[in-house]
């Protein structure tokens, strides 16, 4: 199964820019956004479970992303405002067939699926 995130690129803060993340032949159960950054650890940014559409989000990024699905593109979206120069990372899209409790979604041994990332530059 491939993960297929889109949508990486420079912007300048404040700025807004949206991640795709489309899966190849399947809808799964839970998807998630997880970002490294240089140097440091993938950390959980945001994740939707599909069939209610529940979301969490990392402190960091409540009230700037919102994650959301359209079922009829079988499509999970990360729309991204208000960014800022400390946003930049590799963002990731994963995704499991479970349907995990809001707990277990913010945890990357949660989504057996990852797909390879898209660069998100945020100049000051």
């Known amino acids: 199964v491939q993960l297929q995130a889109s949508g990486g690129g420079l912007v300048q803060a404040g700025g807004s820019l949206r991640l795709s993340c489309a899966p190849s032949?399947?809808?799964?159960?839970?998807y998630g956004w997880f970002r490294q950054a240089p140097g440091k650890e993938r950390e959980f940014v945001s994740a939707i479970r599909w069939n209610d559409g529940n979301t969490r989000y990392a402190n960091s990024v409540k009230g700037r992303f919102t994650i959301s699905r359209d079922r009829a593109q079988n499509t999970v979206y990360l729309q991204m405002n208000s960014l800022k120069p400390e946003d930049t990372a590799v963002y990731y899209c994963?995704?499991?067939?479970?349907?995990?409790?809001?707990?277990?979604?913010?945890?990357?041994?949660?989504?057996?699926?990852w797909g390879q990332g898209t660069l998100v530059t945020v100049s000051s």
């Open positions: 032949g399947r809808t799964f159960g839970s």
């Open positions: 994963a995704a499991d067939s479970r349907t995990w409790t809001t707990g277990a979604l913010s945890r990357e041994d949660s989504f057996a699926n």
